[in-house]
Every structure is written in C-alpha cells, then in structure tokens.
C-alpha cells in the first residue's frame, strides 16, 4: 500500500515537474495578418492584427485568420509537449493499471 502512496506521489512529482516545463515553452505563429503567441499551458499570452483586418468588410477573412493562427499555435505547441514528454523519459505508468 505505501509503495502505491509512493508512485502516486512520484506520478503528481513528475506531472508538476511536466507542467512547470512546458508553462517555459513559447510559440509563435502569423497566419494572413494575424500573429498569435501561445504558452505551454495552451494560453494565448499575445495576439495582434494588422490594421486593415479591423475593416468591417473584412470580418470573415479577420476570424479565419485568428482561427487558423489559432490552429497552428496549437498543434505547433502539441508537438513542443510530446516532445517534452519524450524528454522526460515518456509518461510513467499509473499504479495498479499495469499488467
């Protein structure tokens, strides 16, 4: 039982170690006007758009700029995370789930 307590803890030490990584971690990306920063944590910490996308006639094209900076950002970040993740030795298996 207390080799259970054990892993358990060393399983919230390591998702906490995993965590303070990736909050590190920083992406950028520019898609037709827009540019999107993202943190680790899947945070948008920066956005800005240029000027003639604030244009009322150009609403669509402003929304499907933020969505595919968006987009990218995160899929950008979710590669950085597997990585990091692989780094760290992969994720360690929870207690009583193994065979």
């Known amino acids: 039982m207390f080799n259970k307590l054990k892993q358990f803890r060393d399983l919230r030490s390591q ?24 943190d680790g944590n899947l945070r948008i910490i920066d956005l800005n758009i240029q000027t ?22 995160f899929k950008k970040m979710q590669r950085v995370m597997a990585m990091k993740v692989r780094e760290m030795g992969g994720l360690p298996q929870m207690p009583g789930l193994t065979s």
Do not use: I, R, W, Y
Request: aromatic content about 0%.
């Open 15 to 38: 998702g906490k170690k995993l965590q303070n990584t990736l909050s590190e971690e920083k992406t950028t990306v520019s898609s037709n006007g827009v540019s999107l920063t993202m």
């Open 52 to 73: 003639d996308l604030l244009n009322p006639d150009k609403k669509e094209k402003l929304q499907n700029a933020v969505k595919d900076a968006h987009s990218d950002a």
